[in-house]
């Protein structure tokens, strides 16, 4: 089964996003902007989410995580939870 390590920044607006890719587009450190501004309790590790198949987080993530290039910042992607910034670490099929 596929497996994938993902990070994420967690916002309240599309705005906020957009915002904080130019920054990390500009060289800015993806963790140290998670620790920053993410309002997810993964915030403080840097926004790591750590190892998960498909299907353990909502489908919006899934289609991104499963499907984006590594390493590759990716977002907004709005959830019910909020606004997203993805960065897949790692996948395996």
Not at 16 to 32: S, Y
Not at 74 to 81: A, L, R, S
Request: aromatic share 6%; proline share 5%.
């Amino acid at each position: 089964m596929a497996k994938a390590t993902a990070r994420h920044i967690l916002v309240e607006s599309e705005e906020i996003c957009l915002e904080l890719k130019r920054e990390i587009e500009q060289g800015a450190d993806f963790g140290d902007v998670a620790k920053e501004h993410s309002s997810c309790p993964s915030g403080r590790s840097g926004g790591d989410l750590g190892e998960f198949g498909p299907g353990m987080m909502v489908p919006e993530f899934d289609k991104v995580v499963f499907s984006a290039p590594v390493n590759t910042v990716q977002g907004p992607v709005k959830t019910q939870f909020g606004y997203h910034l993805l960065e897949v670490t790692s996948r395996s099929e």
